[in-house]
């Protein structure tokens, strides 16, 4: 009886420490202080010293396994991040571009606190700039494909681990012109975008907005467009870029650009003009032969557009000329009007990519169907009672 009360009183004892516990707040935890750097202990300065021996006695290969000998077993020694930047040092002066870069690669994202985290990243878009210039791929030791797409790969993983590094603008920029020399114009023009909008103040930026207007002078000059939409936007920016860099090494460039885009323009809207003076449609060929002498008072094209005004004026008269109603025209000359206007006006964009004019409207007329008369009663029979089913698929 005895030992049966002791243990209830024991129960009871316990049960009270533990209600007591947990009406007591519990604080909350703190952060631990940041560690300090700590101090290299003698078995990482003796493993250290080994691999600088292999390094000193001329021997890469036995250098570079030394090093990884000693970050393998000190991952989080102070001098782990000084072993992977020598291994990728080593590689650079053997030539092996590849290891030499995902070596850079291994130090800037496992040690970003490093000291040498710049002078990597340097490495690597000078590693990048070779295959971007011209340097090939190696494939079974022979330098065989081209480096452009290994230059983007790389481009692109500098600007991902290292967004705001010294380097990135530049790495910006090339990888726009990785995108350039592949024809891919549109990611081109986002890539030096970029470059404005990441990085305004860099050094590069003014060659950023030049590159964009050069990108689509290149497009409207090779694309056989009337619709001059990729040179009206190259034009554009080329001013945006005089105004705001009007001291760059590119401004002289620049204007000639916009003079010769100027000529490109006159000649492109002379066409449309001819086109529509070609159907005697006097007033639309009217506006655009004014627009050429507006834009380009001087040029060539500008002074044949005033003479074909006169012409006109004396051929059909002012009337002709001036801004009013359409004509009156039959159905298959309006159709061919339409037809051909549209193969100017829709397949001409500089950024079209559909079909070709060929696909879009054919060269014959359309074939006018006259309605069909009805001529009995069953032509006239009234609708079904009873809603047909859908065609099943």
Do not use: W
């Not at 782990?80 to 990728?88: E, L, M, N």
């Amino acid at each position: 009886m005895s030992s049966r009360f002791s243990l209830i009183c024991l129960a009871a004892v316990l049960a009270s420490c533990l209600l007591a516990d947990a009406q007591v707040p519990i604080a909350p935890k703190t952060p631990p202080p940041p560690q300090a750097k700590r101090d290299i202990s003698p078995d990482e300065r003796a493993d250290f010293d080994l691999a600088t021996a292999e390094d000193s006695s001329g021997s890469s290969s036995r250098a570079i396994a030394a090093y990884r000998r000693f970050i393998k077993i000190h991952p989080v020694s102070p001098l782990a991040a000084k072993s992977q930047f020598r291994i990728a040092e080593l590689y650079d002066a053997q030539g092996n571009s590849t290891k030499a870069f995902n070596a850079y690669q291994q130090l800037v994202t496992q040690y970003p606190d490093t000291p040498d985290f710049e002078a990597a990243v340097n490495r690597q878009v000078v590693i990048a700039n070779g295959y971007l210039t011209g340097k090939k791929v190696k494939v079974f030791g022979l330098a065989l494909m081209p480096g452009t797409d290994r230059a983007e790969e790389m481009f692109a993983s500098i600007i991902k681990n290292a967004p705001y590094s010294k380097n990135a603008a530049v790495a910006q920029f090339n990888l726009g012109l990785t995108y350039e020399r592949q024809n891919r114009v549109q990611e081109a023009s986002k890539a030096y975008q970029a470059v404005l909008d990441r990085y305004p103040t860099s050094s590069i930026a003014d060659d950023a907005l030049y590159q964009i207007g050069y990108i689509y002078m290149r497009l409207g000059e090779a694309r056989k467009t009337e619709d001059l939409s990729a040179l009206i936007t190259a034009k554009n920016t080329f001013e945006d870029f005089l105004l705001q860099y009007p001291s760059s090494e590119k401004a002289a460039q620049a204007r000639d650009n916009m003079a010769s885009l100027g000529s490109k323009e006159s000649g492109d809207l002379l066409s449309i003009a001819k086109f529509y003076d070609r159907f005697k449609n006097y007033r639309a060929a009217a506006i655009y032969y004014n627009d050429i002498i507006r834009r380009a008072p001087n040029s060539s094209e500008a002074k044949a557009s005033r003479d074909r005004i006169q012409e006109i004026r004396s051929e059909a008269g002012d009337d002709s000329l001036r801004t009013g109603p359409e004509q009156v025209e039959t159905g298959q000359t309006a159709a061919l009007r339409r037809r051909l206007q549209a193969q100017v006006e829709t397949s001409s964009l500089a950024d079209f990519n559909g079909p070709s004019r060929g696909d879009i409207v054919s060269d014959e007329l359309p074939v006018v169907s006259k309605p069909r008369l009805r001529t009995g009663s069953r032509d006239a029979s009234p609708m079904p009672a009873v809603e047909p089913a859908l065609p099943t698929p």
